[in-house]
């Protein structure tokens, strides 16, 4: 009877511990696992899968005449191209954020000669004109000159700072138009925020869904690594107010975070997660087109103004043109228009 009573006791124990690991499982664990490709998590995006010049290849093919390499042909003595070595002559080596690999990467297999480029399955040679280290190392690259023009959202203060300390003036053209995003689980009730609500959740003002018109589940403010450039916009979005994460929320809340539209519904993909509207408006290309939706904003070709390489402008004017933007479109992206950022 003793014996009994002791082995109930043990199985009372052992069903205790597994009853609590299920629920640590569910509430907490099972929402820190990242089941993303090794590729993904290291690298933000796929690289392999949007390489230039490889028929399966995710980019966009365009059908263009025009070849980088013919831009100066014919005027080479008029622009003085004619005196210049072999360094100076290069094609532009370009870069950019993780978003925006399928744009520039589609821009390379377009204008660029395939010799160009030179990628040995995990990352593109010294030499290669098209390159990838995300917006951080981009802005970086860009302004220690390892790379001539890289394709990003705008720069953070840090970044800024960087290249003023190093005497660099850094050109910025509008070449396309993104809508920045918050998104929750699909499951999440929520479906529509304000602009002022999304600054009340991330300043701590709010703390539950109950609060803004969900459930009554504690919120769990994620936010990104500094430098990237949802982390930039979103410090721009915040308008000086101090973002801050509840202890609680990241360990038993339901998550909100913030990214760009086709990073987060084209590249990423994740069925798990939808995109909020704001202020009533969903962020599609119909509205971020007509200028409907709050948070669009331009994207960015970046260089160097003290920059002499004769094809960065050529390389602009095309992106520009009716071929450049349907590559932006065709890309996933909205073309160009004009913003009010």
């Known amino acids: 009877m003793k014996r009994s009573k002791q082995l109930a006791i043990l199985i009372g124990i052992a069903a205790a511990f597994l009853l609590f690991d299920l629920v640590i499982w569910q509430l907490i664990t ?15 995006i796929e690289v392999s899968a949007y390489l230039p010049f490889v028929e399966d290849s995710r980019i966009f093919h365009s059908g263009t005449d025009f070849r980088l390499t013919d831009a100066l042909s014919g005027d080479a003595a008029d622009t003085g191209a004619a005196g210049m070595d072999a360094a100076d002559q290069r094609l532009p080596r ?31 040679d010294a030499g290669s004109a098209l390159q990838y280290s995300n917006t951080r190392g981009a802005y970086q690259a860009v302004v220690d000159g390892s790379v001539d023009v890289i394709f990003c959202a705008k720069p953070s203060a840090e970044q800024l700072q960087y290249a003023a300390d190093q005497g660099v003036s850094l050109e910025l053209v509008p070449i396309g138009c993104e809508a920045f995003v918050f998104v929750v689980n699909k499951d999440n009730p929520v479906e529509n925020l304000t602009a002022e609500q999304i600054r009340g959740i991330y300043s701590g003002k709010y703390r539950r869904w109950s609060e803004v ?12 690594n500094t430098g ?15 973002m801050v994460r509840s202890p609680i929320g990241a360990l038993v809340g339901r998550s909100i975070g913030y990214s760009f539209r086709y990073y987060t519904d084209g590249i990423n993909g994740n069925e798990k997660v939808k995109m909020l509207a704001i202020d009533g408006i969903y962020p599609d290309v119909e509205h971020i087109s007509n200028g409907e939706y709050p948070l669009a904003s331009n994207f960015y070709a970046v260089y160097d103004s003290s920059n002499e390489n004769p094809y960065i402008q050529p390389l602009l004017e095309f992106i520009l043109s ?4 349907e590559i932006i479109r065709e890309s996933g992206y909205v073309p160009l228009r004009q913003t009010d950022d």
């Open 213 to 224: 018109g969900g459930d009554d589940s504690y919120i769990d403010a994620v936010q990104r």
């Open 94 to 124: 370009i870069d950019g954020a993780a978003a925006l690999l399928p744009v520039f990467a589609s821009i390379v297999d377009a204008i660029y000669p395939e010799e160009s480029v030179t990628f040995d399955g995990t990352d593109f």
């Open 228 to 242: 990237s450039g949802s982390q930039t916009t979103m410090l721009s979005f915040m308008n000086g107010e101090k």
């Open 30 to 44: 099972r929402r820190y696992i990242d089941l993303r490709s090794e590729e993904m998590k290291g690298r933000s």
């Open 322 to 325: 009716e071929d450049g933007q």
